[in-house]
């Protein structure tokens, strides 16, 4: 029994809809975090491919929408940017009590602490870091009419909506006052950049979404496209300097599911500068989105800290300890998101 799996239905659908696989198929849960499913599929002669579906319980369909990452997923494949290739989209509930894809599996490591870059040479993480860089450019630079997914959002007013709903989000999941956020608010409101163009926007774009050849450093595939929308491509690069530990005052710092701390990668400066370069877009604002994703993350954690305390995410190993980090996060992100706006001209 796999939870997640009708085993037989599932079974039956892949053999009668996907092209060249071969029953029976083997399901094993693979990566972390609670949001869509990833299950490794083994066939009968040791083949695999991946499938992916919505977490268990109720959910709301616009955040777990599979047609919407499958579609964003499919436009990638004749590009430059590194996708896996789908293989095929089931929207019949009936089938897995949910909708589900299926698309190859990459070769290639998730790198997404210290201590699984620690032991990669420092040529590797370099390269890693300009790799990133480029493949994150080369992602904002496609044509979204041309590649077919000039339907997949709104293209202008991105950063304006996303601070009414962040806002919202703040209203109605915060367990106490905290006036850097709302402070914070007022600010990125007053202060938001002219929006450069359109382009697909990951939304959650960072080394642990990435597979990739610890060998080369080179970026396999980029992974979990739920959040894909169209907007302001320097979102992305926003949200990568929240995690980017750096030394040079631009980068936010580190984290536990980033492997920047380790060394090597280079600044975020050289980082923001690389890009530029390919994409000729102005980065005279960029600490504007690293502050707004900043507060973004403030308002995340303390969903998740509002949860936690209210049991709607039991869980008997959080300690003391995790309870304490959970209630301090957002208090330091919307800090570091106040530094961040400062440090704008």
């Given at each position: 029994?796999?939870?997640?799996?009708?085993?037989?239905?599932?079974g039956s659908w892949l053999t009668e809809n996907v092209g060249g696989v071969a029953a029976p198929f083997t399901y094993e849960r693979i990566g972390g975090g609670r949001s869509?499913?990833?299950?490794?599929?083994?066939?009968?002669?040791?083949?695999?491919?991946?499938?992916?579906r919505p977490p268990l319980g109720q959910v709301l369909a616009t955040a777990h929408d599979m047609t919407r990452e499958y579609t964003a997923i499919t436009a990638m494949g004749?590009t430059a940017v590194p996708v896996p290739e789908t293989m095929g989209l089931c929207s019949d509930d009936s089938v897995n009590g949910a909708p589900f894809y299926v698309m190859?599996?990459?070769?290639?490591?998730?790198?997404?602490?210290?201590?699984?870059?620690?032991?990669?040479?420092?040529?590797?993480?370099?390269?890693?870091?300009?790799?990133?860089?480029?493949?994150?450019?080369?992602?904002?630079?496609?044509?979204?009419?041309?590649?077919?997914?000039?339907?997949?959002?709104?293209?202008?007013?991105?950063?304006?909506?996303?601070?009414?709903?962040?806002?919202?989000?703040?209203?109605?999941?915060?367990?106490?006052?905290?006036?850097?956020?709302?402070?914070?608010?007022?600010?990125?409101?007053?202060?938001?950049?002219?929006?450069?163009?359109?382009?697909?926007?990951?939304?959650?774009?960072?080394?642990?979404?990435?597979?990739?050849?610890?060998?080369?450093?080179?970026?396999?595939?980029?992974?979990?496209?739920?959040?894909?929308?169209?907007?302001?491509?320097?979102?992305?690069?926003?949200?990568?300097?929240?995690?980017?530990?750096?030394?040079?005052?631009?980068?936010?710092?580190?984290?536990?599911?980033?492997?920047?701390?380790?060394?090597?990668?280079?600044?975020?400066?050289?980082?923001?500068?690389?890009?530029?370069?390919?994409?000729?877009?102005?980065?005279?604002?960029?600490?504007?989105?690293?502050?707004?994703?900043?507060?973004?993350?403030?308002?995340?954690?303390?969903?998740?800290?509002?949860?936690?305390?209210?049991?709607?995410?039991?869980?008997?190993?959080?300690?003391?300890?995790?309870?304490?980090?959970?209630?301090?996060?957002?208090?330091?992100?919307?800090?570091?998101?106040?530094?961040?706006?400062?440090?704008?001209?």
């Amino acid at each position: 029994m796999i939870e997640g799996i009708d085993q037989d239905r599932v079974g039956s659908w892949l053999t009668e809809n996907v092209g060249g696989v071969a029953a029976p198929f083997t399901y094993e849960r693979i990566g972390g975090g609670r949001s869509n499913l990833t299950f490794a599929v083994t066939e009968g002669d040791g083949k695999r491919f991946v499938l992916r579906r919505p977490p268990l319980g109720q959910v709301l369909a616009t955040a777990h929408d599979m047609t919407r990452e499958y579609t964003a997923i499919t436009a990638m494949g004749p590009t430059a940017v590194p996708v896996p290739e789908t293989m095929g989209l089931c929207s019949d509930d009936s089938v897995n009590g949910a909708p589900f894809y299926v698309m190859s599996m990459v070769d290639g490591e998730v790198v997404d602490s210290v201590e699984r870059a620690a032991p990669l040479d420092p040529a590797v993480r370099t390269a890693m870091g300009a790799n990133l860089i480029a493949v994150m450019a080369e992602m904002h630079d496609l044509d979204v009419d041309e590649i077919g997914l000039g339907e997949l959002g709104r293209r202008e007013g991105y950063i304006e909506r996303q601070l009414s709903r962040w806002s919202k989000q703040w209203d109605g999941s915060k367990t106490r006052e905290l006036p850097a956020v709302d402070e914070v608010a007022t600010a990125l409101a007053s202060r938001v950049p002219e929006q450069q163009g359109v382009g697909v926007v990951h939304g959650d774009l960072r080394f642990g979404n990435c597979m990739t050849n610890t060998a080369t450093g080179e970026i396999n595939a980029l992974l979990d496209w739920e959040l894909c929308t169209l907007g302001d491509p320097l979102a992305d690069l926003g949200y990568l300097g929240v995690f980017w530990a750096d030394d040079d005052g631009l980068g936010a710092g580190g984290g536990a599911t980033d492997p920047t701390s380790a060394g090597g990668f280079g600044s975020f400066t050289d980082a923001v500068a690389r890009y530029a370069a390919i994409s000729k877009r102005d980065l005279g604002s960029i600490n504007f989105y690293v502050a707004f994703q900043l507060w973004r993350s403030s308002i995340i954690m303390e969903g998740v800290y509002n949860r936690y305390i209210h049991g709607a995410m039991a869980d008997s190993s959080v300690g003391d300890e995790m309870m304490a980090f959970l209630a301090q996060a957002p208090v330091i992100l919307s800090e570091r998101a106040h530094d961040a706006l400062s440090a704008l001209p």
